[in-house]
């Protein structure tokens, strides 16, 4: 009987250590979540995979609003020396296969000739997602994926990289994540931020292209805020 009694009692310490733990990471995430919603500007939690958290998982100050919503359309056509304007959407599986609730594809031209496309998707459906790199496999380019460090003012971040070969043609392309706080609540909305460019000179050049977009998106990035 006394056994039983001890046998209990560590069960029900072994449960409430490991409720203490469960509920401290949640506790961790809510808490977050909050205060990310109180600071100025806008912040968001980024990451390259959406299924998972990554150890490239970052917080990421943008200097505009790029929650789902309509104001992803927003977003400016001058953005420093680049000058976009929307390209229209002709391929209609975009919207069939992936029903996006928000969708940009813009081509941004910089002072110098230079260009690259940006795509935006924000959705709350797992189907409106996949891996860039999908799409251009199935259409016969070869690919290599890897992760890309990103400076900012302050800090930096991560994106995956994807090069795209095919026909003696080459496509750099850096996307990511953009949640709106550490829950990763899909119900609250998803967006994936893409940039696209043709190689130009060298890798290292094309990459740098890109990332100067960037910078004049986002200004800074932390493991946590």
């Known amino acids: 009987m006394q056994q039983d009694s001890k046998r209990t009692l560590i069960l029900l310490v072994i449960l409430v250590l ?39 998982e970052r917080v990421l100050r943008a200097r505009y609003d ?54 935006i998707i924000g959705s709350r459906q797992s189907k409106s997602f996949h891996p860039p790199q999908i799409c251009y496999d199935a259409a016969g380019w070869a690919t290599e994926i890897a992760s890309e460090p990103i400076t900012l003012e302050k800090g930096d971040f991560y994106a995956l990289k994807v ?23 899909q119900s609250k909305g998803i967006v994936l931020f893409k940039v696209t460019a043709p190689m130009g000179a060298s890798t290292e050049e094309t990459l740098e292209l890109e990332k100067s977009f960037l910078r004049q998106i986002f200004y800074e990035a932390a493991d946590h805020l």
Do not use: C
Request: proline share 4%; aromatic share 14%.
């Open 163 to 185: 090069k795209a070969q095919k026909d003696g043609w080459t496509h750099l392309v850096l996307y990511f994540y953009l949640f709106p706080d550490y829950l990763r609540d």
């Open 18 to 56: 490991a409720l203490a733990v469960m509920g401290a990471f949640f506790g961790r995430d809510l808490l977050e979540s909050r205060v990310l919603g109180k600071e100025k500007g806008y912040t968001f939690v980024t990451d390259i995979d959406r299924w998972r958290k990554t150890r490239r």
């Open 66 to 119: 790029l929650s789902l919503g309509p104001q992803l359309h927003d977003l400016p056509l001058q953005i420093g020396e680049w000058t976009g304007e929307d390209v229209p959407q002709t391929n209609i599986e975009v919207n069939i296969l992936l029903e996006p609730e928000e969708y940009v594809y813009r081509r941004y031209r910089r002072a110098d000739g230079k260009i690259l496309w940006l795509s």
